[in-house]
């Protein structure tokens, strides 16, 4: 990647910037072509755990591994020249200690030139998330609803709702204290996520929180129609790619058992007509 191509894509200190003004864009990615057609219009693209969901078809997002994330996040990068990249750690990867943790986001970043991390946790994860932004490792964090937690939440419940709203303004204050740059709300009600966001002095990114966030993220199958095993409330369909994707190959299956495809526009001449054998 060249000095050049990394300059160009906004930094931790350009997302900061951010904080109050235009509201920040961005999408999940995984491969290079989707990189590519976000590139420039997203702020950011995250190289998201729920890739294992999504195109892998795991049933949660646990079962990632780093070898998952390294290759989806190298097909990403390839995508991209000015929109920067953020990646996430996957279940198991940082949890241990802020050493553990420290050895994979420095894999991760080295192996697919990312420009950030992104970890799951609010206070319990401070001390890592200090560990890491003070040895050169920009971290996005996420709290709320923690998809790697959803076996100690009960599933993938609403978060923050009445009294556990204290926690949540707790945790925001605990990982921008820590230096994270910016900070993920997922499913969490909109009155809070706006109190939170008044509160921080970095970015929040709403999914499933409010229009007030300072950005928003969505995971791209979903947004496109393409992952359709269910729909979150929180998720709006601008495309129904799925469907067109759908109707696509039944058409050409039809096609193949009527003979109509290839048609002529699609094959062959020979160079010469062939002399007849006997
Ligand atoms: O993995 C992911 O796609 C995410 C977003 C939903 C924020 O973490």
Redesign the pocket.
Known sequence: MSATARKSAPMPQDIIARKGGTPLVSL?AYTTPMAQLMDGICDFV?V???VGMVLHGLPS?LGVTMEMMILHGQAVRRGLTTTMMVI?MPFGSYEESPQQAFANAARLMAETDAGAV?LEGGTEMAPTIKFLTSRGIPVMA?IGLT?QSINTLGGYKVQGRGAAGDQLIEDAQAVTDAGAFAV?L?KVPETLANTVTDAVAIPTIG?GASAGCDGQ?L?VDDMLGLFTAFKAKFVKRYAHLGDDAKAAIQAYADEVHARSFPGAEHVFADEAPRKATK
Do not use: A, R
Request: glycine share 6%.
């Open positions: 999940t995250l998201g755990d729920s997002t996430d992104k996420h998809p993920v997922e999914i993220i995971v």
